[in-house]
């Protein structure tokens, strides 16, 4: 078991910035690749940076301007298409997973959940042939309680992914937020393979240090005693996940 960090505010800078601060506290970098730390637009620079450090990784395929479920047929070809980039820079990097969110429904017209959802459903089968082809895993991860956001459940995101032998980032945080962490484990757990993990107050997604908010971890890490893989801290600040990662470690241990 290995704990690792992703935080949105590092892709502001370069990623040489944070890969020796990273590397000094922790054992795993899931790159979130926007902006600055787009694996897509600086490969060069991850080529030659990740190899240089004694540490595992794993990408977070972007998520802003992109949906895989978008209305828009050019907005949802381009948005695959950066998604499908991404595996296979993935491959080229040897990174070995990449999470992806499911999309979004239109968030201004009501009633068009059911069509988006069939578009994430079809947006499937080619993120699965890319997983294939490029030898990389794809984790579907689960979403929090915003309106929009497809796959808040366990269930639809098992519907999204029917079909497919597509993995789940259970994202613990998102699913407390929907009160969703036993459906998510009952469902999916089986076809876990990367958990983002942080706090909250099941009110929304606050992405807090680990213990500060309402998740009872002594009682939900146990239940997870099957899976072998990552635990991403999905932090707001470096500091925070540094504290994360210290109270994580003693409620593993």
Known sequence: ??????????????????????????????????????????????????????????????????????????????????????????????????????????????????EALELAKAAMKPIEKASIEYGVTVAMENMPSVPFFLGRTASQLADIVDGTDLGICFDIGHANTMGEIDAMIELLGDRFVNIHIHDNNGDKDSHMTIGDGSIDFVTLLPRLKSYAGNHIIESKTFESAVESQERLEKLLH
């Open 1 to 114: 078991m290995t704990i690792g960090v992703s935080c949105t505010a590092f892709s502001a800078d370069s990623p040489e910035e944070w890969i020796i601060p990273i590397f000094e506290e922790f054992d795993h970098w899931e790159i979130f690749s926007e902006a600055n730390h787009s694996v897509v637009n600086n490969m060069d620079v991850f080529r030659d940076m990740l190899c240089s450090y004694d540490m595992s990784y794993s990408i977070h395929a972007p998520i802003a301007d992109l949906n895989i479920a978008a209305m828009t047929p050019r907005l949802r070809e381009a948005s695959l298409k950066e998604t499908l980039d991404t595996i296979r820079a993935a491959s080229e990097l040897d990174v070995g997973l990449v999470t992806v969110h499911p999309g979004l429904a239109s968030m201004v017209v009501k009633g068009l959940e059911s």
